[in-house]
């Protein structure tokens, strides 16, 4: 029932009731008109219902169309009303028509384009989707709501560690900041989730004899991978899918084409591991070719593990290679600003966590300077046997 009268109701007007005599609904306020014409009649009105734990909407009856939306409270309900009011009156209101998605099909065409735009992370989504679509793939995306999300921390949390949830919430999140671009959805439900405090790993790095173990024990095919690792501290994405025309044997330099941070960038290459490459069997496009699927290797998860195994190297993950790269040429006295331009940091910051203070370097810093003094007692020593030869010492500053 909507209210047509031209005038404002003041207090409460009960309507229908339950079988035991409570009122259903109350009207708490209803104003129409407000000078349009005649066929853009308003008639705007707030409910509360006492069947839906008190729970006040807002109903709407607009060119001849009925609107009614669950607001929350009553200062909610008015608020609501009023940003409608506004809206109508600028011309700006728009019905808003539920377009019935699922998750599922909306999920494959996001990656379908994440692979097509050539997503830095998309095999990362691909792997959380395969999760969170067991959960949520049959429902509608408009349906979605904080409690269906939290109702999936929890089953996931006695599954998966802290790390992978979030990696899962994140893609969930950025799905939905797509649905919202392309009017799918009004909100994001991951909004307000409250992600897990992860905890840090710590960097592991190999020392001589643990680098040249490591070697040692991988496989023919690993091996290359694990040295170019090692000597150039390229991240495991950016060498798996270098290809032979990056390679430049001439001036010994590799051309990384497909970096986290979106700029390529030259590094160099050292006789191992320009020899090392020259070794390997030249196959396809790529240096490290999966004739199976006719494009680079994409998992060496287990020739890695049985890698450390063998060389006894426990807990290693293959990103402390390039940890290990970073931290020796910073401990062999390479500059900060040269080790940054080598990994690819778009900041000194990321790089200056290599730069691990060690009793030794201390000790050759306050080197340097002792040798800067000694140049500097030569020079007092050349200005006394000046003085004693009797020739006049001009002062740079002249004295008053």
Not at 98 to 127: G, Q, V
Not at 288 to 317: E, W
Request: proline share 4%; aromatic share 8%.
């Amino acid at each position: 029932m909507v209210c047509r009268q031209k005038e404002s109701q003041k207090g409460a007007r009960y309507t229908d009731q339950d079988p035991n005599g409570c009122p259903k609904s109350v009207w708490l306020g209803n104003q129409t008109g407000w000078g349009l014409t005649a066929d853009r009649l308003i008639t705007p009105s707030f409910i509360e219902n006492y069947t839906c734990k008190k729970t006040l909407s807002l109903k709407l009856l607009f060119e001849g169309r009925r609107l009614r939306k669950a607001v929350g409270s009553k200062k909610d309900a008015e608020n609501a009303l009023a940003a409608v009011k506004a809206d109508i009156l600028r011309g700006e209101y728009r019905w808003k028509k539920e377009r019935k998605i699922h998750f599922e099909d909306f999920a494959e065409e996001y990656l379908d384009n994440a692979k097509a735009n050539r997503k830095r992370s998309w095999t990362r989504d691909e792997y959380s989707l395969k999760n969170l679509l067991p959960h949520f793939g049959d429902m509608l995306i408009s349906k979605i709501s904080f409690r269906h999300i939290e109702a999936y921390k929890k089953i996931r949390i006695d599954q998966v560690k802290p790390a992978t949830i979030n990696r899962e919430l994140a893609c969930l999140k950025h799905i939905f900041n797509i649905a919202i671009k392309l009017k799918v959805v009004d909100e994001n439900p991951v909004k307000g989730i409250k992600f897990y405090k992860e905890q840090q790993i710590e960097m592991k790095i190999l020392d001589d004899d643990e680098m040249k173990q490591l070697v040692e024990a991988a496989s023919d095919s690993l091996k290359p991978i694990i040295v170019i690792a090692l000597n150039t501290g390229m991240r495991k994405g950016e060498i798996l899918k270098l290809r032979w025309n990056d390679v430049d044997f001439i001036e010994n330099y590799i051309f990384v084409k497909e970096t986290k941070s979106g700029i390529p960038r030259k590094v160099p290459m050292n006789n191992f591991v320009r020899d090392t490459l020259k070794s390997v069997k030249r196959i396809g496009d790529f240096l490290f070719y999966n004739p199976n699927t006719k494009t680079h290797i994409r998992d060496i998860q287990t020739s890695f593990d049985t890698a450390c195994k063998r060389s006894g190297l426990k807990g290693l993950r293959f990103h402390d290679l390039r940890h290990t790269a970073a931290t020796q040429m910073v401990m062999a006295g390479i500059d900060l600003v040269t080790v940054k331009e080598i990994l690819g940091h778009s900041t000194i910051i990321t790089t200056m966590r290599y730069a691990h203070p060690t009793p030794e370097n201390k000790r050759k810093a306050v080197n340097v300077l002792a040798k800067k003094f000694d140049k500097n007692e030569k020079h007092i020593d050349a200005i006394h046997s000046y003085k004693k030869e009797g020739k006049p010492i001009i002062p740079i500053f002249p004295l008053n």
